[in-house]
């Protein structure tokens, strides 16, 4: 047998650290024997997919030497290896399944479901589907759907017993029936979930091992159930522990940086990166730290990774990244440097921004300085100065970061619409609100063109030098505390994201 894994990442945002560890654990797993190591992109969710971030996905997994032996932009012999055009095998397996009545057509409405929610919630049931047409009629429910009537699939689940999982890591996981739900497996769109994508995908792909993150534990009931309803052979399942945040909850955007393109940007060398991520859950022997790829591949066994809950903690990542860096000779050094950011390339745009501003050659580097650093030195008191009302700009700030994540392209043109949008819901003159954002992002009340900069620097370091402003206003004590920050989010989805947002 070949042995088989991939990565089946969402293209609905910046790729991300968690990504790029379970992409490792997966290659080293399968260049330990000798077989294939995939990328899938799961693009079912066909509202939040964009083919940027399918593209950051790319280069980021690239960069850090994470490649694969087959996928979209690479092809391969079990292709296409992006979901959204394999549609028609998704149907035809629904099909199959509702015909073997594992899954059932269902016709509630969305009025419906809403109600059933009421209702158990009031009543302090367990949330989920009722199996209100569970018991359809077969014939009659055929008929519905051959006469158009909306529906979507649902997965017929048993209400009683216990589902076994076999985890590689774990041991037995034991998860009772009761508790999981008639999934939909086809939407009234015609689109799989991800459940049942999920499933033919790594049947017809011959995925012998799935090593995944275990906030898809839960999942696994419905997948084994899957397998069996198809009379396939379920792969080996193995779930990695999640990382987590210094304070041990579950790594999150908010406290920690989790965007792979920040950690090129900011200067981290993939070598340190695949080191640290390794040690979160492997130790190739005793209590060894330092070690890489190779090291990870020759000496890979399951019996070697560790479940507790791994901290991903950046101060310690720059600890062994400086490690690296030294461990680099001069010459070696230099050329990391200009691959980095020091090239021609990225230089000349550089040279572009700072062209009108320039009196003496030597203006050039302070000019520029900040276009190359993780943080810049910041005077919060000034930042809020520049909100006119204290308190202000830490709000703005924050509207941005949301706004900011949800862009859908990160170009010039939308970051200064982005900046318009927030200007005029908050009622605030363009030019002092973009005063606090030259300062946070910059040091500086004045600096290069705001916009060009920001593409520059790329949406995460972007969100980044936000992260440490907000950080300095907090510890100046005029930043948002936990209670305003609810506030604030409310306020958020209510004027931004519900009305006229660009999610529509
Ligand atoms: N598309 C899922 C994700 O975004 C894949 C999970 C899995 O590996 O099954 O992580």
Redesign the pocket.
């Known amino acids: 047998m070949t042995v088989r894994t991939r990565?089946?990442?969402?293209p609905t945002g910046a790729p991300h650290i968690g990504?790029a560890y379970?992409a490792l654990f997966n290659r080293a797993f399968a260049k330990h024997h000798g077989g294939q190591f995939i990328l899938r992109i799961?693009d079912t969710d066909q509202v939040r997919s964009t083919s940027e971030s399918e593209t950051a996905i790319f280069d980021a997994l690239r960069w850090l030497g994470l490649d694969w032996d087959e996928g979209p932009d690479v092809g391969g012999n079990y292709g296409p290896y992006r979901q959204s055009e394999r549609t028609d095998i998704y149907r035809e397996h629904a099909a199959k399944l509702v015909a073997s009545e594992h899954a059932y057509p269902c016709f509630c409405t969305a009025d419906r479901l809403v109600a059933v929610r009421r209702e158990q919630e009031l009543n302090q049931q367990r949330i989920g589907y009722d199996g209100h047409c569970a018991g359809l009629d077969p014939a009659e429910a055929a008929r519905r759907v051959a006469a158009g009537e909306p529906h979507v699939i649902r997965l017929r689940t048993p209400d009683t017993g216990i589902c076994k999982i076999a985890d590689q890591f774990r041991g037995e996981i034991e998860i009772e029936w009761e508790t999981v739900d008639d999934q939909i497996l086809m939407k009234g769109d015609g689109f799989p979930t991800?459940h049942l994508a999920?499933v033919v995908d790594d049947h017809l792909m011959e995925i012998t091992h799935?090593i995944?993150?275990e906030e898809?534990i839960s999942?696994a009931p419905k997948h084994l159930l899957l397998y069996e309803a198809f009379g396939w052979q379920a792969p080996v399942l193995a779930h990695l522990p999640l990382l987590r945040n210094p304070d041990k909850s579950k790594l999150s955007k908010r406290k920690n940086p989790t965007g792979i393109l920040y950690y090129r940007q900011a200067g981290f060398l993939p070598k340190a990166i695949l080191n640290y991520l390794g040690l979160m859950a492997y130790r190739p022997e005793g209590d060894l730290e330092i070690f890489d790829f190779a090291t990870m591949v020759s000496s890979f066994d399951f019996n070697r990774v560790s479940l507790g809950g791994p901290i991903f903690d950046v101060q310690k990542l720059r600890a062994l990244n400086g490690h690296y860096i030294r461990e680099l000779t001069d010459t070696d050094l230099l050329e990391s440097l200009k691959s980095w950011l020091l090239h021609d390339a990225t230089l000349l745009d550089v040279v572009r921004m700072s062209q009108p501003r320039l009196e003496q050659l030597a203006d050039f580097v302070p000019m520029i300085a900040y276009l190359f650093a993780d943080g810049v030195p910041l005077d919060p008191v000034d930042i809020d100065k520049a909100g006119k009302e204290s308190g202000k700009a830490a709000e703005w700030i924050q509207f941005v970061q949301w706004e900011f994540e949800r862009l859908q392209r990160w170009q010039a043109d939308d970051i200064r619409a982005c900046f318009e949008r927030v200007a005029e819901q908050e009622d605030v003159k363009l030019k002092i609100f973009l005063g606090v954002f030259f300062r946070a992002f910059s040091g500086r009340a004045v600096a290069l063109p705001l916009f060009d900069s920001l593409v520059w620097l790329g949406r995460d370091m972007a969100l980044r030098r936000l992260q440490y402003a907000q950080e300095a206003l907090r510890e100046a004590g005029v930043g948002l505390s936990g209670k305003a920050l609810k506030r604030l989010e409310k306020s958020y989805r209510e004027r931004y994201v519900e009305e006229g947002g660009q999610d529509g």
Do not use: D, K, L, Q
């Open positions: 990565i089946a990442p969402s990504t379970i799961e991800y999920n799935v995944r993150g898809w999942s």
